[in-house]
């Protein structure tokens, strides 16, 4: 049987991403052993609080290896906030620390001052409307236009433009969707983001229906 493994390091929202795969009717588990991990056909990293603190309890669970290795092997790996920040090479958040660099970029904190010099607050928080770079990447699948909902203080500068799926507008650009041939990213909540978001969660378990090993 096909099977997504939700990857629990202590940080991430397992409830509500749990939830929505069983809204689309698609297998899962919860787990933070390797051991378990590797039986999955495809793994979501979700995430919710600092990069360092992530890392770290991703280092302590022996798993940095492990999603190295795993995405190497051509194995489809989604990130949801994060867990999408996470794939890329550093972050400046509490000092500079390493990520998985599964991805060329870096995050950086939101400023709250756009290049005009208009103020904005952060977190970015709620609804906000997509813009699709690679409409015909398959996470974008059959995904109408729509508003997806954010949380987050630290925004990602990616590195090669060719990764960047899709974007938002927050005074200024803000990676949205990121993408290298199996890796996936979303920097808002995908499960929490109605019709727009559990249409890209349907396309990964769809991808890695057809990925399979």
Avoid at 2 to 18: K, Q, T
Avoid at 32 to 38: A, D, I, M, Q, S
Avoid at 65 to 87: E, H, V
Avoid at 155 to 175: I, M, R, S, W
């Amino acid at each position: 049987m096909v099977m997504i493994a939700i990857i629990d390091y202590g940080m991430g929202n397992l409830h509500s991403v749990s939830k929505a795969l069983e809204r689309l009717e698609y297998p899962y588990f919860i787990s933070g052993n390797r051991e378990e991990l590797v039986k999955a056909q495809g793994l979501i990293l979700p995430g919710v609080g600092s990069f360092r603190d992530g890392m770290k309890e991703l280092e302590d669970a022996g798993l940095i290896d492990f999603i190295r290795s795993w995405t190497a092997q051509n194995r489809p790996l989604l990130g949801i906030c994060l867990g999408m920040q996470l794939l890329f090479e550093e972050s400046e958040e509490n000092g500079i620390t390493s990520g998985l660099s599964l991805l060329e970029g870096r995050v950086e904190k939101m400023t709250g001052v756009s290049h005009t010099g208009e103020r904005y607050k952060v977190p970015h928080m709620g609804w906000n409307a997509l813009s699709f770079e690679q409409r015909n990447h398959p996470i974008l699948h059959k995904v109408s236009k729509g508003h997806v909902y954010f949380v987050h203080s630290y925004a990602v500068k990616v590195t090669n433009h060719e990764d960047l799926v899709a974007t938002a507008d927050y005074f200024g650009v803000v990676p949205a969707v990121v993408a290298k041939n199996n890796v996936w990213g979303t920097q808002f909540h995908p499960e929490k983001s109605s019709t727009v978001g559990i249409g890209m969660l349907q396309n990964f378990a769809d991808y890695v229906e057809g990925a399979r090993v």
